[in-house]
């Protein structure tokens, strides 16, 4: 979802029923959404539900979540396909997720949450099933290169700088942004997103600067240390011209200069 400047607003799902859609937005983008979908509402025939505060998503994500979900609805889904879903009674199943990792999300009532979350605890227990947080989320994404809006996304970053071009179809009529994205498609990028791996133990952190000879060229939009691969990693934006893999910066943590390399976004 872009403004009219081609800036990201937020990153949704979209999931087609027979007679209406259903839209899946970052909560903190809730109110900005529905702006939206109400300003092109205008006279049309079609009504606008927010559902968000009485709706309820868990993420079974891993390298078991296939047979958690098939042992917890005595069913099998291997045939769902990534990004697509099945209904199970009220409840959506979806295979999606922001891990990185193969995985589903069960969408209910908040009513039926509480229950659903105590009785995959118990059948996940033979698969060690663990609840986790955001902080391992953040962790898992970060490390398949996924982007996050308020981090690598927001109203002043377009899609082309964030690698995003694959969501933007300019063959399409209309779209709110449209125009401004077709003159960024036709200029040369002046920024990238980048991926970057400490050379050093140090740990990278959002808003910290990137450096090439103690002279700032970006910053820092997400940082972690990797437990996959046993180092810091990050993503930032920098000029084009110091995008390329291989290139050689520093991340300035606490004042104090560590060495980097810029790498691919995507860690596994």
């Known amino acids: ?33 529905m702006n939206i979908l109400n300003n092109q509402k205008g006279n049309k025939k079609v009504e606008i539900n927010n559902i968000t505060r009485n709706t309820s998503m868990i ?16 069913s099998k889904f291997n045939s769902i396909t990534k990004y697509a879903f099945t209904t199970i009674g009220k409840a959506i199943l979806s295979r999606t997720g922001y891990t990185g990792e193969d995985g589903f999300e069960i969408t209910v009532d908040n009513s039926e949450s509480p229950k659903i979350w105590n009785q995959l605890l118990e ?27 308020g981090h690598e996304m927001d109203t002043k970053t377009n899609p082309y700088e964030a690698g995003l071009e694959f969501v933007v179809k300019l063959d399409k009529p209309n779209f709110i942004g449209k125009s401004a994205l077709t003159k960024i498609k036709q200029s040369p990028l ?25 002279q700032e060229i970006g910053k820092v939009t997400s940082g972690t240390f990797s437990p996959s691969l046993k180092k810091g990693i990050a993503m930032g934006y920098v000029p084009v011209e110091f995008s390329q893999i291989g290139t050689l910066v520093e991340v300035n ?16």
Not at 127 to 149: H, I, K, V
């Open 1 to 33: 979802v872009c403004n009219d400047d081609g800036g990201i607003v937020d990153d949704i799902l979209i999931y087609k029923f027979p007679d209406y859609y259903l839209l899946v937005v970052n909560a903190s983008n809730t109110d900005a959404v």
């Open 190 to 214: 002046k920024r990238k997103l980048i991926g970057l791996e400490m050379c050093d133990n140090s740990i990278p952190r959002s808003h910290y600067l990137i450096q090439i000879a103690g």
């Open 59 to 74: 993420a079974v994500q891993g390298p078991n979540a296939l047979a958690i979900v098939e042992s917890f609805y005595n």
């Open 253 to 268: 943590i606490r004042n104090t200069p560590h060495d980097a390399k810029v790498v691919e976004k995507k860690w596994r």
């Open 123 to 149: 059948i996940g227990k033979q698969f060690q099933l663990t609840p986790s947080g955001l902080g391992a989320r953040d962790t898992l994404r970060l490390e398949a290169g996924n982007c996050l809006y």
